[in-house]
């Protein structure tokens, strides 16, 4: 079956042009959810471009949140990032947050098994960001991309699609109002302590350092956000 806009793609010959064809053809299902996508060399061949542009653009795709890649095993597709589970805009804060306070120790403790260099790239990008940040907007902002690269660095489909729709929380309304009441630069410089901590681990490969920082990072936002 030959690919959609195979000779766009030939011409343009670029990294950009490729992750958009690619894109599309990732949101019409052309690969299901769980199904490993062609070779390097077969898509490279397929379309007509070297290698590093093919692997170019799978690096911004699995930036998306379109696919995962394993070592030695391949390039699968992701859960779409905005599928979100029915009733998902019903779930309070506090049940989400005891959510997260269940899954992401273990969730960091995986990406500290499996996070590439690239993938530790992107977390220091995200801790300078909270470092820099201004305002709690900014801030916030930064902390879920935080959180979102460690999920990236499971490259785990199913993990990234589950930390997604709970992340979603954040941008409620209703997180924000609870969010704000622990905008202080006490509680900030402790999130960042944490932040840090758990961002050493995953470079130090320390998954049960990683695993007990999380815990107490959720717990810390937990006592702020809905404690007295």
Same mark, same amino acid.
């Given at each position: 079956?030959?690919?959609?806009?195979?000779?766009?793609?030939? %011409?343009?010959?670029?990294?950009?042009?490729?992750?958009?064809?690619?894109?599309?053809?990732?949101?019409?299902?052309?690969?299901?959810? +769980?199904?490993?996508?062609?070779?390097?060399?077969?898509?490279?061949?397929?379309?007509?471009?070297?290698?590093?542009?093919?692997?170019?653009? *799978?690096?911004?795709?699995?930036?998306?949140?379109?696919?995962?890649?394993?070592? +030695?095993?391949?390039?699968?597709?992701?859960?779409?990032?905005?599928?979100?589970?029915? $009733? %998902?805009?019903?779930?309070?804060?506090?049940?989400?947050?005891?959510?997260? *306070?269940? /899954?992401?120790?273990?969730?960091?403790?995986?990406?500290?098994?499996?996070?590439?260099?690239? %993938?530790?790239? &992107? !977390?220091?990008?995200?801790? &300078?960001?909270?470092?820099?940040?201004?305002?709690?907007?900014?801030?916030?902002?930064?902390?879920?991309?935080?959180?979102?690269?460690?999920?990236?660095?499971?490259?785990? +489909?199913?993990?990234?699609?589950?930390?997604?729709?709970?992340?979603?929380?954040?941008?409620?309304?209703?997180? $924000?109002? *609870?969010?704000?009441?622990?905008?202080?630069?006490?509680?900030?410089?402790?999130?960042?302590?944490?932040?840090?901590? !758990?961002?050493?681990?995953?470079?130090? &490969?320390?998954?049960?350092?990683?695993?007990?920082?999380?815990?107490?990072?959720?717990? /810390?936002?937990?006592?702020?956000?809905?404690?007295?």
């Amino acid at each position: 079956m030959p690919a959609p806009a195979l000779e766009s793609v030939k %011409d343009l010959r670029g990294a950009a042009a490729l992750r958009d064809v690619l894109g599309e053809e990732l949101r019409a299902d052309r690969w299901r959810v +769980g199904e490993r996508l062609p070779t390097e060399r077969e898509l490279g061949a397929r379309y007509g471009v070297a290698r590093n542009t093919v692997r170019r653009a *799978l690096a911004a795709l699995e930036s998306q949140g379109l696919i995962h890649r394993h070592v +030695g095993r391949g390039t699968f597709r992701s859960a779409p990032p905005g599928a979100a589970p029915t $009733g %998902d805009e019903s779930l309070s804060p506090s049940d989400v947050v005891e959510c997260r *306070l269940i /899954f992401e120790p273990e969730m960091i403790s995986l990406a500290v098994a499996r996070a590439t260099q690239a %993938d530790i790239a &992107r !977390m220091a990008e995200c801790l &300078r960001g909270t470092d820099e940040a201004t305002d709690l907007t900014a801030f916030e902002h930064w902390d879920a991309e935080l959180h979102d690269a460690f999920a990236l660095g499971t490259h785990n +489909g199913a993990v990234l699609a589950m930390s997604r729709s709970l992340g979603r929380v954040r941008e409620r309304t209703d997180w $924000g109002q *609870l969010k704000a009441r622990g905008n202080t630069a006490d509680r900030r410089a402790v999130l960042q302590e944490q932040h840090h901590a !758990m961002v050493d681990a995953v470079r130090q &490969r320390d998954r049960a350092a990683a695993r007990r920082v999380m815990r107490e990072h959720i717990l /810390f936002v937990q006592g702020y956000m809905f404690g007295d």
